[in-house]
């Protein structure tokens, strides 16, 4: 009998220790921090400097563990446009990621600040990087292949912040040694979300006139036939980010002034003083687009209700709610500007690791 209470005590010991291995298993499970969001970038980085405002910006979410930056691929078709880019890339500590380039003939002047890339002291380059010119860059399409098809399915966030070119061309592409996938296929099998700067989803009030009037966002016009097509064909859920929305929230130069002194040369501060002569407080477009898809439950924006965009042949946007909708846009509540644009500044100015 004795030797029979003490199998049940055994018994009852296991089923103990079992059940805390259990438990303690799903907790450090359930506690264990995310995973960085894969990211990829497309950008016409040299036509407004909210372009770089946005890239640093994504430097301070990848030290904070929050995304990883695969590639950038670049819709501004000036070969400087990619020096620049590697620029920073460099400045931040990671040369390496991956830059390509498109060849469309769309906005091909050098643009105000990326000759930084070719600005030397004493003879040194102030910005130090390997990739002299767009020339030699890969070109975008196959770089949006090559990282795609290598990322897990259904994890990539890509952010476009520039014109509809390489993602139209992307979703256009053909199977190929890459992978046997369509660029339809291949996005819609690895890409999560698309977060794009383009459109307008209010009327704008004409300064001069006080009338409403609606807006060919600039994005989509200087590609209109790409911005076209991706609306029509684009196989994930988008946010889209419109021109309101940058313009409710303009960075404040006095950041410019006073947060980014722990570098005697900084990118993004010269970025911003060349574009247009200072002090202006920029729209942060671009960096909106960032911010929500690596921090959507911040409570910074709001969503639309879901729905379809499409774009006509005038490059306005148009929005119809559908519950099945494939499409949102973000609005800005008033009552999180405050913090938002605290945000936005914040990790804009954090210093490279």
């Given at each position: 009998m004795l030797e029979g209470f003490r199998?049940?005590?055994l018994i009852a010991r296991y089923v103990l220790t079992c059940a805390f291995v259990t438990l303690f298993m799903s907790t450090a499970i359930a506690?264990?921090?995310?995973?960085?969001i894969p990211l990829i970038f497309d950008t016409d980085i040299g036509n407004d400097c909210d372009d770089v405002l946005a890239l640093g910006m994504i430097h301070a979410l990848q030290s904070r563990g929050?995304?990883?930056?695969?590639?950038?691929?670049?819709?501004?078709?000036?070969p400087l446009a990619a020096a620049f880019t590697d620029c920073v890339n460099t400045f931040y500590g990671r040369p390496d990621i991956p830059i390509g380039v498109c060849h469309s003939g769309v906005t091909p002047e050098p643009g105000s600040f990326n000759g930084l890339a070719d600005t030397t002291d004493e003879g040194k380059l102030r910005y130090p990087h390997d990739l002299l010119s767009g020339e030699t860059a890969v070109d975008a399409v196959t770089l949006l292949r090559t990282t795609l098809a290598g990322a897990e399915d259904h994890s990539v966030v890509i952010c476009q912040v520039g014109f509809f070119t390489n993602l139209a061309n992307l979703i256009d592409s053909p199977g190929d040694d890459i992978s046997p996938l369509s660029g339809a296929d291949l996005v819609?099998?690895?890409?999560?979300?698309?977060?794009?700067?383009?459109?307008?989803?209010?009327?704008?009030?004409?300064?001069?006139t006080g009338q409403r009037k609606r807006l060919?966002?600039?994005n989509v016009i200087k590609d209109l036939a790409a911005a076209r097509r991706l609306a029509n064909r684009w196989p994930t859920p988008i946010i889209w980010s419109g021109y309101e929305i940058g313009i409710a929230l303009r960075y404040p130069y006095r950041s410019i002034v006073n947060d980014y002194n722990y570098a005697a040369h900084h990118p993004l501060v010269e970025s911003y003083n060349r574009f247009t002569k200072p002090p202006h407080h920029r729209p942060t477009w671009d960096l909106t687009t960032v911010l929500y898809p690596v921090r959507p439950d911040r409570g910074y924006f709001e969503l639309s209700p879901a729905g379809d965009v499409t774009i006509d042949e005038n490059g306005y946007t148009n929005f119809v709610a559908s519950p099945k909708g494939r499409d949102h846009y973000l609005i800005a509540p008033d009552a999180q500007k405050e913090r938002t644009l605290e945000a936005l500044t914040l990790l804009s100015s954090q210093p490279p690791e």
């Open positions: 199998n049940v005590k506690q264990s921090p995310p995973q960085p929050e995304c990883e930056l695969l590639a950038v691929t670049i819709t501004k078709d000036n819609k099998r690895k890409v999560r979300l698309l977060s794009v700067m383009a459109g307008s989803f209010v009327d704008n009030v004409d300064p001069a060919g966002e600039y």
